[in-house]
C-alpha cells in the first residue's frame, strides 16, 4: 500500500476515547498518535473532564470530535453548541429525533464546526426500535429519513450504522458526511453493539468515518490494534478506487 492511501485510510478513523479518566485518554493519544490522527471525546471523558479534557487532547494534536449527541429544546442546544464552537472543536452532534427546529438552531450556533444528525443509536435492534417506540418502519427507513431532514436543515451529515450507508446515498446523495460506530473486526468482541460490521465493510458500503472504541482502546496493543484496522481499511479503499478522499 502507498503512503498516499495509508495516509488516506488513518484519517478515516476516529478513536473513542471512552474513560472516565483525563490522564489514560491522554496517554491513549500519545501511544497512538501519529499513527491515529482523530479522536473522539464522549460522554464519559467530557463528563470527567469537560472543556479542560477537550482542550488537552486538542493540544496534543489531531481533530476532535466531540460526542454529546445534544438532544434538548432548542434555545438549550443552540446554548450548548455554541460553547463547543468557541472550544474549536473539529465534529459534533444532536439527535435527529431532536427534531427540525432543535438541528437549525445548532447548525446556526456552530459555525464551521463539523455538525453531524445522530440517527439510531448502533446499540439499538429492530426489535428493541419496534417495541420501544412504536414506529412501524424499518430502522433503515428511519435513518433514511432523518438524514434527509438532517441536510434540510444544513446539517454536514449523519451518525448512524454502517448497515445504513446506501439508504443514505439514495436519500441524500454522495456529498454528506457518513461517520459509523459499530465498527468490529472479527476478532473483537461485539459488547453492547448490535448494528455492527466489520472495517472493510463499512468502507465498501461507503462510510466516511470509522468510530471505533474498544476494539482499539481494550486491545493488548492499541498501537497495533489500530495499525491492523487502518491496514484493512487500505485496503478496502484500494478496492473502491479511492486514495484521495
Ligand atoms: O467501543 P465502541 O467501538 O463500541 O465505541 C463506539 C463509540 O461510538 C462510543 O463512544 C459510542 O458512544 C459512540 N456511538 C455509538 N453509536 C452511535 C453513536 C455514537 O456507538 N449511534
Redesign the pocket.
Known sequence: MSDVLADVAADRVIV?L?TPKVESALKIVDRLTPTVSRF?V??ELFCAGGLQAVSAIQKSGGELFV?L?LHDIPNTVAGAARVLNNAGVWMTNVHASGGRDMMTAAREALGETILLA?TV???IDQQTFSEHWQIQESIVDTVGRWAETAAECGLDGV??SPQEVEIIRQTVGDDFLVVT???RPKWAAA?D?RRITTPQQAIERGSDYL?????ITQADNPQAAAEKIIASVGTSLEGRGIDDR
Do not use: E, N, Y
Open positions: 473513542a471512552d473522539k464522549g460522554l460526542d449527541k445522530v443509536l448502533t446499540s451518525v448512524c460506530p459499530g465498527i459488547g453493539q468510530v471505533i472504541g474498544r476494539p
